[in-house]
């Protein structure tokens, strides 16, 4: 059985933002042109909400850590009950 934890979950909604963030830029430079900054700007918005993102994800982790002294998502049960 694969173990999954909280960190893997988080990396792989990085993985999923920064793909955002490859298309955005594709977009703009293929539709836009290369005049306009339409698909940077996208970009900087998610890179923005991908830091906020980060830094919640991190005090959930703690909290998490703390109450239940593992990031195995598998044995954090509590909240099921």
């Not at 955002?20 to 700007?41: D, L, S, W, Y």
């Not at 830094?55 to 044995?75: C, G, M, N, S």
């Amino acid at each position: 059985m694969t173990s999954i934890g909280l960190p893997h979950i988080l990396m792989g909604v990085e993985l999923i933002l920064n793909a955002a963030n490859v298309n955005f830029i594709a977009f703009n430079h293929f539709v836009e042109g290369p005049g306009k900054i339409t698909g940077q700007v996208f970009s900087i918005f998610v890179i923005v909400l991908a830091a906020a993102e980060a830094a919640i994800a991190l005090a959930i982790v703690l909290a998490i850590y703390q109450t239940f002294r593992t990031i195995d998502v598998q044995e954090t049960n509590l909240l099921r009950q």
